[in-house]
């Protein structure tokens, strides 16, 4: 064991290929609406370019890495892993605890991961404008960022109750040339109809993909780009976790247990993924825990069932865990976990025993980020403060158990943008938000038939 | 010279002793201001403990930092040296640019690299509090996050312009158990004088900075804590410009030019000085570029005189460039700049022709911000983007010069909790704000009477 606290990789250290968990976990096709049959490549070609719609579809377990994506990926990459002494030493844990930290990318989360390699590849297949949702704001900065890398016009609609909790997100996009606009907005039927319905709508992650992709259909020279759930993000994210794996090798440590936060899964495949792909190749197994919110409990309490990914039903019906494409969860402050579904390759994994899930109260997450940043210096995202307080029950347990295990979690970015949260929480006035039952049964009840269905 | 694009050291190459230009550059001692004679290390213990005392006084090239110092560094340090080749590209110059990258630490900046230090000192001889002024925010924060590491009580006298306009700084704070009030405050006898005189006051860091004296010189519990100008400020500092000398030696390449910016003068002391060390002692020359605000043009339009250091005048006698301690600077963005003075240490660099000093208006400053946050990804602080501009003007000399130096920059911090500030650039609505020389020659009339008075 190593007594270092930090342990860095050199640029020439960053991962050559992406890992494919789809290689090694089979994960149902996802289905054309209309026909019930597996989409094809060309089936995706009106909204993102050839190369995407391959890997989204591929199975090959290794794919090359572009030279100008890992060049860029070289502004922040590799990242940082720290072993957290000052959070062991408070918890008083025989555990050793490390973190991955993202936010040392320019947008303080891990979503460039992915922002850079599409930007790349719409780039080259000739694509001029992207347009996307984002919910607390940080896949919506990351593709403005990207965007402006390549000369690429992003039109990003932001979940509304986050636009106006996360004022600097929209900012921070503009700052890049990035046009931002809060969901459900009037400049599409999709946010028309759902302000028609009800025009103090918060909005969500469903809705405001629905208004991007309704806008890449309708203009050829625009492309949707996602921020999660898709395979080909997850198939980007998993830089995260092939960096870990060799970061641990420096402190010749092994996790037991490796923890992330899950909203559409992009974070917790990134980290994750890699790590089962050794397992399932006759490696050590590894615990890998979900954390995710109980305001919104997809894997926890969602149906694993066909449903679309956005709220009009535009995309394609992916197998996954979901509480139904019309579920508006409840205005709580990790706005990257308020989604109804889960990406496919996440809840295959689920199904297959390979991962284990647990639904967080937003108060004890606070509490858990409060005590994180006053022991490591980092405040971080709300998304992120799910795997932190899942990180210190797994502690507490390895306290309780008299047990030196090793724990891994993704610290998945800062909450730099997130402080009137922060003062919600320290002032008193944080209240945690149950999920709608109700709101749930009804949503489900509502999803699309399928063969499954 | 290197393919490379970024040079990372690690955990163990964080510098061992920090540098003192006070061994190599004749600098005038502070002087008591009651007796005009040099002040001594028993003269600070009231607001310092005495490790800080004598390495504001010492005349040792070469300071060890503590065990305890550098591992806590080793939450962001060593901090990364990036070739900033998107700029390069845009700008379509020969000269290659690199900047050091300070903006990874948990607050944004460079300043935890003295907040820890003194975090630490103030520790081990038994201070229960500290107290401290802030401009934009940096500064507070970082001494905020250092005390959260110590157990330490912070209390923050921010600078009310700044405490209005970054409203996410004083969240920072609380985040971190501190306590920040707007500054000039009822709170302190020079607070109220203030405030008695112009309700309306903007404040400064000089008036901030006398609140925050005169509430340690009354509670033997507390101390004060600087977060620049002072000689061992700077020489915390110094690990940033250590760091950059190793990591140039990995891309095989060594500056014409040092660029910072210039405000307290703790970030260009901190870059800089490690190299002007080295040309001291036979080494290559190097240009350094300190970037000043044209809002407040200490080193361009000030006078070389002993003067205090806040606007009560309860420090000791700083022999330095200063616009007069009674000036208060107008309310530009770029709050860590605002200051009437500047670091003795600075100060007599220039004096020896060591350095020179630029002034630069602010809308031409976020100009280059944006530019660098559109080619490279970051979005800098507005103290920061004064050294882009004045790296910029550089690297276009280079150009229309046909050469192809190398120019090394501090990026001092990110602008994440300034982005208010880039939407008054964004939408034009950002004003250049001439410096009041009437002012200036008022507050210089008023300088205290000393040898060289």
Redo the contacts between chains.
């Keep these: 064991m190593s007594e270092?606290?930090?342990f860095?990789?050199?640029?020439?250290d960053i991962p050559t290929t992406w890992y494919n968990l789809a290689a090694d976990v089979a994960v149902p096709p996802h289905l054309h609406p209309g026909t019930g049959q597996p989409i094809t490549v060309d089936d995706l070609l009106p909204i993102m370019p050839r190369a995407l719609a391959e890997q989204e579809l591929g199975l090959e377990r290794e794919v090359p890495i572009p030279d100008r994506v890992r060049?860029l990926y070289?502004?922040?990459r590799p990242s940082p892993l720290?072993r957290a002494r000052?959070l062991e030493r408070v918890l008083d844990t025989p555990a050793r605890i490390y973190y991955k930290y993202e936010g040392?990318?320019?947008?303080?989360s891990h979503k460039?991961n992915t922002a850079i390699a599409q930007a790349y590849y719409n780039k080259e297949a000739g694509a001029e404008r992207l347009a996307t949702e984002t919910g607390a704001g940080q896949w919506g900065s990351s593709l403005s960022?990207a965007g402006?890398?390549f000369g690429l016009d992003v039109q990003v609609y932001m979940v509304k109750v986050s636009f106006h909790q996360k004022p600097?997100r929209k900012?921070?996009m503009?700052?890049?040339?990035a046009r931002c606009v809060a969901s459900p907005s009037d400049e599409t039927a999709a946010g028309r109809r759902i302000l028609a319905a009800d025009p103090e709508c918060s909005g969500s992650l469903g809705i405001a993909t629905s208004e991007a992709l309704e806008v890449a259909m309708g203009d050829p020279r625009t492309n949707y780009a996602g921020g999660s759930v898709l395979n080909h993000v997850l198939l980007h994210q998993s830089v995260i976790g092939q960096e870990t794996i060799a970061q641990l090798a420096l402190a010749d440590d092994y996790p037991d247990v490796v923890v992330a936060c899950a909203g559409g899964g992009s974070n917790l495949g990134g980290l994750a993924f890699p790590f089962l792909g050794k397992a399932l190749a006759g490696g050590p197994k590894v615990r890998v825990v979900a954390a995710e919110p109980a305001a919104c409990p997809t894997l926890t309490q969602g149906r694993l069932a066909f449903d679309f990914g956005d709220t009009a039903g535009l995309t394609p019906l992916l197998r996954m865990h979901t509480l139904g494409h019309s579920y508006v969860p409840p205005s709580f402050h990790a706005g990257g976990l308020r989604y109804h579904g889960m990406a496919p390759l996440v809840s295959a994994a689920l199904t297959e025993g390979l991962i284990e899930a647990v639904a967080l109260e937003q108060t004890r997450c606070f509490a858990a980020g409060?005590t994180f940043?006053?022991?490591?210096?980092?405040?971080p995202a709300p998304e992120s403060t799910h795997a932190i307080e899942a990180t210190i029950r797994e502690a507490l347990r390895c306290k309780a158990e008299g047990r030196a295990e090793t724990i891994v979690f993704g610290l998945s970015g800062f909450g730099?943008?997130d402080?009137?949260a922060?003062?919600a929480y320290?002032t008193g006035s944080l209240r945690d938000e149950p999920y709608d039952q109700a709101g749930v049964e009804a949503a489900l009840a509502g999803l699309p038939e399928t063969v499954d269905a």
């Design positions: 270092r606290t930090k860095v990789l050199d640029e020439k060049e070289a502004l922040w720290h000052g040392v990318s320019p947008v303080g460039p960022f402006a890398l600097y900012l921070l503009e700052t890049y040339g409060v940043a006053r022991a490591e210096g980092v405040v730099h943008f402080l009137s922060y003062e320290l």
